[in-house]
C-alpha cells in the first residue's frame, strides 16, 4: 500500500469515528471525534490528548498549525465550561516550537487569571518525547445564559 492509500485509509477510519455519534457536546463533538481528541481534567487543568496521524499533516509531513491551534483552544475552552461555565475565544497567540512528526500530543489548559468579566487562560502542547511543540495564551469572555 502507497503512502496516498494510508492517509485515504486513516482518513476513512477519522470520518468513521466523527460519525459514530450525534452528540455536540463538551468532551464529544464531532471536530473532536474526527481529530481523536480525548479530553480529562485534573484540578484546574483540561488534559486533551490525541494521536498525531499523517492525514493531520501539512505537506512538509509534520502536525498542522490548524490542528495544533484548535487543540490548544479546546484544551482551554474545556477548561473554561468544565469551571466556569461557557466562554467564547476572543484572541489567541499561539507560538509553535518544534514540529510533531508521530506519537502521542498532549495539550495542558490551565488559568491565568480569572476575572470577572474575561478570562485569561493558557495551554502547553507536549510531543511525545515530553518536549514543548507549541504553546498558546487566550483572552476568553464568559457567556451567561
Not at 32 to 53: H, M, N, P
Request: proline share 3%; hydrophobic share 40%; glycine share 8%.
Amino acid at each position: 500500500m502507497d503512502n496516498h492509500q494510508k492517509i485515504k485509509q486513516l482518513g476513512a477510519i477519522m470520518l468513521s469515528e466523527a460519525d459514530s455519534s450525534d452528540k455536540q457536546e463538551f468532551g464529544s463533538f464531532y471536530l473532536s471525534r474526527f481529530l481523536g481528541f480525548k479530553t480529562s481534567y485534573e484540578d484546574d487543568l483540561c488534559i486533551v490528548t490525541f494521536e498525531a496521524k499523517s492525514p493531520m499533516f501539512n505537506p512538509q509531513g509534520s502536525l498542522h498549525g490548524g490542528i495544533i491551534a484548535t487543540a490548544l483552544d479546546v484544551s482551554m475552552g474545556h477548561l473554561l465550561h468544565h469551571k466556569l461555565g461557557a466562554g467564547a475565544t476572543l484572541e489567541m497567540n499561539v507560538k509553535y516550537l518544534l514540529p510533531i512528526n508521530s506519537g502521542q500530543v498532549r495539550c495542558e489548559g490551565s488559568f491565568i487569571k480569572k476575572g470577572k468579566t474575561i478570562v485569561f487562560l493558557q495551554s502547553r502542547m507536549y510531543r511525545a518525547d515530553q518536549k514543548l511543540a507549541a504553546y498558546a495564551s487566550a483572552t476568553w469572555i464568559p457567556i451567561k445564559k
